[in-house]
């Protein structure tokens, strides 16, 4: 199994990135994916998810509007496409893939500056 995220980098403010998250060894178009954060000194916590389908999707309150997650079940790959980035952003994005077993990737860093 493996999740490798790509597409972090530095951005200044109000910049944009999409981060891409290719999935391998598991049935992908079976697992619940989603986008996790974590800063340093925090939480990781949850930024967005997706269904197996890709109709139901949900944000964290504090990126609704500027992130939308989407998915290629053709492809393996979930994606998120990251707008009127902040510096409270900043992270290191780890993709999940959740259905009968819970997979992490490796994480990327998303460092957006002032």
């Known amino acids: 199994v493996q999740l490798v995220e790509s597409g972090g980098g530095l951005v200044q403010s109000g910049g944009s990135l999409r981060l891409s998250c290719a999935a391998s060894?598991?049935?992908?178009?079976?697992?619940?994916m989603s986008w996790y954060r974590q800063a340093p000194g925090k939480e990781r916590e949850l930024v967005a998810d997706?269904?197996?389908?890709?109709?139901?999707?949900n944000y964290a309150d504090s990126v609704k509007g500027r992130f939308t997650i989407s998915r290629d079940n053709v492809k393996n790959t979930v994606y998120l496409q990251m707008n009127s980035l902040k510096p409270e952003d900043t992270a290191v994005y780890y993709c999940?893939?959740?259905?009968?077993?819970?997979?992490w990737g490796q994480g990327t860093q998303v460092t957006v500056s002032s």
């Open positions: 999940n893939a959740k259905w009968r077993r819970s997979y």
């Open positions: 060894g598991f049935t992908f178009s079976s697992y619940v």
């Open positions: 997706i269904s197996s389908g890709g109709v139901s999707k």
